[in-house]
């Protein structure tokens, strides 16, 4: 009887242990799922002042392309206007050789310049730079904050968004940077242009632009046949092509720098 009853007992422990042990487990886990909020929060990105480019682009890559077409312009100028309609025939004809960048450059007299440039930026945190950049381009009569609003909201822009972006400091400051870029580079008049480097001025038509271009990729192709790097095709082709800008343009253009606070005067030309 004595040595049934310590069986008894000893189950009888086993068992309460077994539930304890039950318990615990439990509590152990239970402690970790309130962590699990906490660590999907701490993963989600925080709200950044801009995760793109610094000069919206369009074509391949900067390491793909063979040439690289800089547009240097300003939304209130008629002619920069006439620019944008053959920046876009040079995207549409060469969309898979030509890469094609925007520099802001808002003249002093055109009071809707700068803010037009700062809508843009703003569409172009959503992908959106090419779109409202005609949009602008086609209403230069209508440069006004609704009408961004309204551009942004015909483009299917998230509009909170848009708003926070036309308010942010950090995109305005992009827009004053391209002017001290762009008068870096020696542009003073809009629309002014880089084909891989070589200059061209006003807005003149596709052809003049094709002929370059063309130009252009003959030259990048010899290049590459020598062993230059797709990667540093762009950077080889400024120092080739315009030697005294070289620098500073793969610093700005290339590298995506940040300018000085106020750029030194371009170098003076060369005599005859």
Same mark, same amino acid.
């Given at each position: 009887?004595?040595?049934?009853?310590?069986?008894?007992?000893?189950?009888?422990?086993?068992?309460?242990?077994?539930?304890?042990?039950?318990?615990?487990?439990? +509590?152990?886990?239970? $402690?970790?799922?309130?962590?699990?909020?906490?660590?999907?929060? !701490?993963?989600?990105?925080?709200?950044?002042?801009?995760?793109?480019?610094?000069? &919206?682009?369009?074509?391949?890559?900067?390491? $793909?392309?063979?040439?690289?077409?800089?547009?240097?312009?300003?939304?209130?100028?008629?002619?920069?206007?006439?620019?944008?309609?053959?920046?876009?025939?040079? !995207? =549409?004809? #060469?969309? @898979?050789?030509?890469?094609?960048?925007?520099?802001?450059?808002?003249?002093?007299?055109?009071?809707?310049? *700068?803010?037009?440039?700062?809508?843009?930026?703003?569409?172009?945190?959503?992908?959106?730079?090419?779109?409202?950049? @005609?949009?602008?381009?086609?209403?230069?009569?209508?440069?006004?904050?609704?009408? #961004?609003?309204?551009?942004? *909201?015909?483009?299917?822009? =998230?509009?909170?968004?848009?708003?926070? @972006?036309?308010? @942010? $400091?950090?995109?305005?400051?992009?827009?004053?940077? +391209? $002017?001290?870029?762009?008068?870096?580079?020696?542009? *003073?008049?809009?629309?002014?242009?880089?084909?891989?480097?070589?200059?061209?001025?006003?807005?003149?038509?596709?052809?003049?632009?094709?002929?370059?271009?063309?130009?252009?990729?003959?030259?990048?192709?010899?290049?590459? /046949?020598? /062993?230059?790097?797709?990667? =540093?095709?762009?950077?080889?082709?400024?120092?080739?092509?315009?030697?005294?800008?070289? =620098?500073?343009?793969?610093?700005?253009?290339?590298? +995506?720098?940040?300018? &000085?606070?106020?750029?030194? &005067?371009?170098?003076?030309?060369?005599?005859?």
């Amino acid at each position: 009887m004595k040595k049934e009853n310590a069986i008894i007992a000893l189950v009888a422990v086993a068992v309460v242990a077994f539930v304890v042990g039950r318990f615990a487990m439990r +509590d152990k886990t239970e $402690t970790k799922t309130p962590a699990k909020p906490a660590a999907v929060a !701490k993963a989600a990105p925080s709200p950044a002042k801009s995760n793109v480019s610094r000069h &919206p682009g369009a074509g391949p890559t900067r390491a $793909t392309a063979k040439v690289h077409v800089i547009e240097i312009s300003d939304f209130e100028c008629p002619f920069c206007s006439r620019g944008g309609k053959t920046i876009k025939q040079i !995207k =549409d004809t #060469y969309k @898979d050789t030509v890469r094609v960048e925007f520099v802001n450059l808002p003249l002093s007299f055109h009071r809707n310049a *700068r803010p037009a440039g700062i809508a843009a930026l703003a569409a172009h945190q959503q992908g959106k730079f090419w779109e409202m950049h @005609d949009k602008l381009f086609a209403n230069q009569r209508g440069l006004n904050p609704d009408n #961004y609003k309204k551009f942004a *909201r015909e483009l299917g822009l =998230d509009m909170a968004k848009f708003d926070k @972006d036309l308010a @942010d $400091t950090a995109i305005a400051k992009m827009v004053d940077q +391209d $002017t001290v870029i762009a008068n870096g580079l020696g542009v *003073r008049g809009t629309p002014g242009f880089f084909v891989n480097g070589v200059n061209i001025s006003g807005a003149q038509p596709f052809e003049n632009f094709k002929k370059i271009i063309e130009e252009q990729i003959t030259k990048a192709n010899d290049e590459l /046949g020598k /062993g230059t790097k797709p990667a =540093d095709l762009h950077a080889k082709m400024w120092r080739v092509n315009n030697p005294a800008l070289a =620098d500073k343009a793969i610093k700005w253009l290339i590298r +995506d720098e940040n300018p &000085p606070a106020a750029a030194p &005067p371009p170098p003076a030309p060369k005599k005859a």
